[in-house]
């Protein structure tokens, strides 16, 4: 499994960002996939969960509204569209793959580096 996540950054509180997350290694259209991050001096917490069709998603409640998790199939990717960030989302979010979407604080493995997003005015 390879996952390669990108499209952090540096962004204003308020600000807007999308990650992608590439896939290969596995198959991708057969996966429940999501995002996990972790904050500096915390332990990782689930994001974001979609199930392998996209129908079923599911949001940790401090981004709820603000990010939308999406997927292309056929590009096998995976993207976080991230609205409204506020200086706590600040963390590296990582690809994770999920025996299902189900809840999303539980179930996933991560792979690769992950992509730094820092909120900061």
């Known amino acids: 499994v390879q996952l390669q996540a990108s499209g952090g950054g540096l962004v204003q509180p308020g600000g807007s960002l999308r990650l992608s997350c590439e896939a290969s290694?596995?198959?991708?259209?057969?996966?429940?996939m999501g995002w996990i991050r972790q904050a500096p001096g915390k332990e990782r917490e689930g994001v974001s969960c979609?199930?392998?069709?996209?129908?079923?998603?599911h949001y940790t409640n401090s981004v709820q509204g603000r990010f939308t998790i999406s997927r292309d199939n056929a590009k096998k990717t995976m993207y976080l569209r991230m609205n409204n960030l506020k200086p706590e989302d600040t963390a590296v979010y990582y690809c994770?793959?999920?025996?299902?979407?189900?809840?999303?604080?539980?179930?996933?493995?991560?792979y690769g580096q992950g992509t730094l997003v820092t909120v900061s005015s």
């Open positions: 290694g596995f198959t991708f259209d057969d996966a429940a």
């Open positions: 994770a793959t999920y025996l299902a979407c189900i809840y999303v604080h539980a179930g996933y493995s991560t």
């Open positions: 979609m199930d392998k069709s996209g129908n079923i998603t």
